[in-house]
């Protein structure tokens, strides 16, 4: 009786908990737009399953999720997660290149010169009043680099009027504590734009909430934008956590160039264009077949230069790493390679922007040197091979495709290969190369070549002991000569042999050392060894017989 009883409890709770559950989705559909609010009789009609589904599947499409029309675990954390209390608005009417689901939108400001002020600053915050006026200041400056518009901040009546404020402050849109909404702000010409001062705000740090996003984020409001899909835009309803040096995305630009048209005056940057748009947070890159180039950004996305989507890692490679430390594409082996910590991902390109993990993979293969590679990159050498370059903090490894394993050995300084790399990078790609430094194809040639047959460890191994054992072989037979000869001959004539024996052994040394790794080593070592020698020791013997002719 009990038991039943007991399982009664847990299926009640269940139910409960995903009514519950339900009705939080429901309320936030309403909430920001997916849904119509009920009203009377509509109440049911407005509740409808495949209405409901077709909210969620609004939303998830809105926030960049896999499109189910199920309230999946996914769906449900993406509702939970902070964010701006204004609507998220669909239209179809949208500008050429951009999402069908934007709003078109009309309100703007009537002038190019606006004025801003804050009415009350945090009483809650550790922010000083400082740090508060300089995140709104590189809010306003964000804008004002890619428009005409002019913001002049005042003390006093404003265009635009910012405050902080706490539960109901009397525009009948209450906040609610830490967490959940953060902020939001009216159109124009209302201009009115709250923060939550019950959030953690931050400036400059990652922890907290950055208090210099979100208010470039209201200030879009304000001047008349509203919520876009996705995650990258600013102007996305959904708080990103801490993200360093960010600036608005192109989608962000088109919209309000759209309202109030393009900046006279163009900010200058460093920044590299891919499909448009500038990144600052690049993870990796690669390029597939000299055509279609892969941007991993944002710490999980990756952009596709075919097709120009934007997409979570993991859809564009199932069952791939969630980030990406490298990247790079083989051709010999029709392969692309992912490399995060230490391990490595090797996909199989099928078709564009379609990809198979290959069995055996990941391989936990990079060791504590090589582990977090900084760049990869393919170079095609002479004989039609190929080699794949993992660069970190400098120095240069050698992924080789053909058996998919690191080659042995320390790193090589990049810079002896490429003069002018940087030391530290984010990301790599290689175009062609049709001059290459003579070092370059020496070290390409070999590692190429032999490493790839796994013979280095044995020919580095050989040419020790051919290195060891020539040198004590020439050491004792010139020590044995060299007492021949001062024992039968004269003083004289052993210094000659001496300095002949120390030469030639120096020029021994000298090639050794440039032929150690290779498999010739020791024969063109001996070779010349015994050349010098034999020529270094005729030579001196006839000046010594010309010198002091007694010995004849």
Not at 148 to 159: A, C, Q, W
Not at 486 to 503: A, D, I, V
Not at 518 to 524: C, E
Request: net charge neutral.
């Amino acid at each position: 009786m009990e038991a039943r009883r007991l399982a009664f409890l847990v299926i009640m709770a269940t139910l409960f908990a995903a009514c519950s559950a339900g009705d939080k989705a429901t309320d936030f559909l309403e909430k920001y737009g997916y849904l119509q609010k009920s009203h009377g009789s509509n109440r049911g009609e407005d509740r409808k399953p495949e209405v409901i589904n077709a909210a969620i599947k609004n939303f998830q499409e809105f926030a960049g999720l896999k499109v189910t029309g199920v309230l999946d675990e996914e769906t449900q954390q993406k509702m939970e997660q902070s964010r701006c209390g204004v609507k998220d608005i669909f239209s179809t009417e949208t500008p050429a290149g951009m999402p069908a689901n934007l709003k078109q939108g009309a309100e703007k400001w009537p002038k190019k010169e606006l004025t801003w002020s804050i009415k009350n600053f945090s009483k809650t915050s550790k922010m000083s009043q400082e740090q508060q006026l300089y995140a709104i200041r590189q809010g306003f400056r964000r804008w004002s680099e890619v428009t005409p518009l002019i913001f002049r901040e005042v003390t006093g009546k404003s265009d635009l009027e910012l405050s902080f404020e706490r539960y109901e402050h009397g525009d009948k849109d209450p906040f609610d504590g830490k967490g959940s909404i953060l902020a939001h702000a009216f159109p124009p010409v209302d201009g009115r734009t709250h923060f939550d001062d019950d959030e953690d705000w931050t400036v400059g740090v990652d922890h907290g909430t950055n208090f210099e996003f979100v208010a470039t984020h209201e200030i879009g409001h304000a001047l008349g934008l509203n919520h876009l899909p996705g995650i990258d835009p600013i102007m996305s309803p959904f708080y990103p956590g801490y993200v360093p040096n960010f600036n608005l995305h192109r989608y962000d630009i088109m919209e309000i160039q759209r309202r109030y048209g393009k900046s006279e005056r163009a900010p200058s940057s460093n920044l590299q264009k891919f499909c448009g748009q500038n990144y600052e947070n690049i993870n990796a890159a690669m390029r597939i077949n000299g055509s279609a180039d892969y941007l991993f950004v944002d710490r999980k996305m990756v952009i596709s230069g075919l097709s120009g989507r934007k997409i979570f890692v993991t859809r564009m490679f199932p069952r791939g790493p969630k980030t990406v430390d490298a990247a790079s594409f083989s051709k010999l082996t029709n392969t692309i390679y992912l490399f995060k910590g230490s391990k490595v991902w090797a996909f199989l390109a099928k078709a564009p922007e379609q990809f198979v993990l290959k069995n055996g993979f990941p391989k936990n293969v990079l060791n504590s040197e090589t582990k977090k590679p900084e760049a990869a990159f393919k170079i095609k050498e002479n004989f039609g091979m190929e080699t794949i370059f993992l660069i970190k903090e400098g120095k240069l490894w050698v992924w080789l495709p053909y058996d998919e394993r690191l080659a042995p050995g320390i790193g090589f300084p990049a810079n002896v290969i490429f003069p002018g790399i940087p030391e530290r990078m984010d990301a790599a790609i290689s175009t062609h190369l049709h001059f290459l430094p003579f070092s370059f194809f020496l070290f390409s040639f070999f590692i190429s070549f032999f490493l790839s047959f796994s013979l280095f460890l044995f020919l580095s191994f050989f040419s020790f002991l051919s290195f060891s054992f020539s040198f004590f072989l020439f050491l004792s037979f010139f020590s044995f000569l060299s007492f021949f000869f001062f024992l039968f001959l004269s003083f004289p004539f052993f210094l000659f042999l001496s300095f002949s024996f120390f030469l030639s052994l120096f020029f021994f040394l000298f090639l050794s050392f440039f032929f150690f790794l290779s498999f010739f080593s020791f024969f063109i070592s001996f070779s010349f060894f015994l050349f010098l020698s034999l020529s270094f020791s005729s030579l001196f013997l006839f000046l010594s017989f010309s010198l002091f002719p007694s010995f004849s």
